[in-house]
């Protein structure tokens, strides 16, 4: 008898419990509030490394900042500047590339993810934008043949890796959108850049070149 008061009581604390679960298992949880713990969980970085480190992030937009100003200018044509940034080569491997790699490493030391990403892949558009302007890294061997760097081959094949960057800065500014308004509006711009860009090139290849001076 005692026995089945046992096996009783025992069932109605798991029936208690299963109730409870379910019950827990039916909470509501707003939007916002699941997009930011799903989306943006919080990094578990101790305290003691944002106090050891500096924020790298002003080193990242300044080397940022420095690398892309003057090749804008090159490709605009102001104060007859040409040459496809050519003349800007170290800023974009040393300033664009170098530095931008380094500030994303730090980021991620600190457990910044987006900011690592964003970063450390500027980083590595940086170097190959400059390594391919340099004859020793035999990015234009292939089209030798044909004018090298100004054959319409190449342009047309450089431009889908400038088409590759639009689209991942559009997945960045997807992913900004919930961050804050410069963010959005910085990425919207440099979509916006590198498809101009591809365009420009596609244009060169074919032989438009007034059409791609004007993009």
Same mark, same amino acid.
């Given at each position: 008898?005692?026995?089945?008061?046992?096996?009783?009581?025992?069932?109605?604390?798991?029936?208690?419990?299963? $109730? !409870?679960?379910?019950?827990? !298992?039916?909470? =509501?949880? %707003?939007r916002d509030i699941f997009e930011k713990l799903y989306l943006s969980p919080q990094n578990d970085v101790k305290e003691g490394l944002h106090k050891?480190?500096? $924020? %790298?992030? %002003?080193? /990242?937009?300044?080397g940022f900042l420095l690398s892309s100003t003057p090749l804008a200018c090159d490709l605009m044509g102001w104060r007859g500047a040409g040459g496809g940034g050519?003349? =800007?080569? %170290?800023?974009?491997?040393?300033?664009? &590339?170098?530095?931008?790699?380094?500030? &994303?490493?730090?980021?991620?030391?600190?457990? $910044?993810t987006f900011s690592f990403v964003v970063f450390s892949s500027f980083g590595g558009f940086w170097l190959?934008?400059?390594?391919?302007?340099?004859?020793?890294? &035999?990015?234009?061997?292939?089209?030798?043949?044909?004018g090298g760097a100004n054959s319409p081959q190449f342009a047309a094949s450089f431009a889908?890796?400038?088409? =590759?960057? &639009?689209?991942? /800065?559009?997945?960045?500014?997807? /992913?900004?959108?919930?961050?804050?308004?410069v963010l959005v509006f910085v990425f919207t711009l440099l979509v916006l850049a590198f498809l101009l860009l591809a365009g420009a090139y596609w244009q060169i290849a074919n032989g438009n070149l007034a059409l791609a001076a004007k993009i």
């Open positions: 008898m005692a026995s089945n008061k046992i096996l009783n009581s025992k069932d109605l604390r798991s029936d208690a419990g299963h $109730n !409870e679960l379910q019950h827990t !298992e039916s909470i =509501s949880v %707003p050891t480190f500096a $924020n %790298p992030t %002003p080193l /990242c937009l300044a050519a003349a =800007s080569l %170290p800023a974009y491997i040393f300033l664009g &590339g170098m530095i931008q790699l380094i500030g &994303g490493l730090l980021e991620f030391v600190l457990g $910044n190959s934008f400059g390594t391919t302007l340099q004859s020793s890294f &035999g990015a234009t061997e292939a089209y030798a043949a044909t889908f890796f400038l088409l =590759s960057m &639009g689209l991942l /800065c559009f997945i960045y500014l997807v /992913c900004s959108i919930r961050t804050n308004a």
